[in-house]
């Protein structure tokens, strides 16, 4: 799985993902697994334009080569898929950052959209991310966000 670059040329990618994961052992992950198996050399995070405009936020996903999404517990949250949605719109190439809601599975980065997974709308996004907060250790997403994450099957 490699992106389309003209001549191999350095490739850009912006990396919508979810608010929770911002600054955490998942998001290095995610980010490492980009630069490995898309050959991407530089990562567009929108951590990096809090507390800017979001014209800011839209010119640099434009300005990418490619764009990844995170899905989490196989759905798209509201955000990334708005980023996906317009990434689309403009011919970007795509990819997807599974994030299971099985323990046994691993994260993985696939081509394209994933069909079958749900669109959330804002309500359903802060309902499914109360609902990870909630389940404190119990869930993996909260035991991988807070570090809590381990055992032979850890990605971290």
């Not at 990562?43 to 640099?60: F, M, Q, S, T, V």
């Not at 689309?88 to 394209?112: A, M, N, Q």
């Not at 996004?125 to 570090?147: E, P, V």
């Amino acid at each position: 799985m490699s992106p389309s670059t003209d001549n191999g040329a350095a490739c850009t990618a912006y990396f919508s993902h979810p608010s929770l994961a911002y600054h955490t052992p998942t998001e290095a992950f995610c980010i490492d697994l980009c630069r490995r198996e898309l050959g991407v050399s530089k990562i567009i995070n929108p951590y990096d334009y809090r507390g800017k405009r979001r014209r800011e936020l839209g010119d640099a996903l434009r300005s990418a080569d490619l764009v990844v999404g995170m899905s989490v517990y196989e759905s798209y949250p509201f955000l990334v898929w708005n980023d996906l949605s317009y990434a689309r719109s403009l011919g970007k190439d795509l990819y997807t950052v599974v994030f299971p809601s099985s323990h046994s599975e691993k994260i993985r980065l696939c081509e394209g959209i994933v069909e079958g997974y749900p669109h959330l709308d804002e309500t359903e996004t802060d309902r499914l991310y109360a609902d990870i907060m909630n389940r404190s250790s119990k869930g993996l997403i909260s035991r991988m966000l807070f570090g809590k994450f381990g055992g032979r099957t850890s990605v971290f």
